[in-house]
């Protein structure tokens, strides 16, 4: 079956730095676009990162471009944040996520992906 497994979260000061990590297993990772989405206390979960399975397409939210990079290793099955200048409103619980079917561009919508991590949390204090 298919395993998302997400790392890299912690607590940092604003303007901080951090990379989150997902390993995938169990299905031909290069073969899926894949999405980091976030989910805040009190919050629906929203999309913050895509990225197309070659990795040469990246779509962002406007709340994280520019400061924000999502990217991939597909020949180690792992997918990449890299989150720099981080504010308070960035503190949320960071999920990475497997499009449902072989779309030939990055997806933003939740329905469109049927595998999650388990999240990983992310604090940034001010």
């Known amino acids: 079956q298919v395993q998302l497994v997400e790392s890299g979260g912690g607590v940092v000061q604003a303007g901080d730095s951090l990379r989150l990590s997902c390993a995938a297993s169990?299905?031909?990772?290069?073969?899926?676009?894949m999405g980091w989405f976030r989910q805040a206390p009190g919050k629906e979960r929203e999309f913050v990162a895509a990225?197309?399975?070659?990795?040469?397409?990246?779509y962002y939210a406007d709340s994280v471009k520019g400061r924000f990079t999502i990217s991939r290793d597909n020949a180690r099955g792992t997918l990449y944040l890299q989150m720099s200048s981080l504010k308070p409103e960035d503190t949320a619980v960071y999920y990475c996520?497997?499009?449902?079917?072989?779309?030939?561009?990055?997806?933003?919508?939740?329905?469109?992906?049927?595998?999650w991590g388990q999240g990983t949390q992310v604090t940034v204090s001010s």
């Open positions: 996520a497997m499009a449902r079917s072989r779309y030939s561009t990055p997806r933003t919508a939740l329905d469109e992906y049927d595998y």
């Open positions: 169990g299905r031909t990772f290069s073969s899926y676009c």
């Open positions: 990225i197309s399975r070659s990795g040469g397409t990246t």
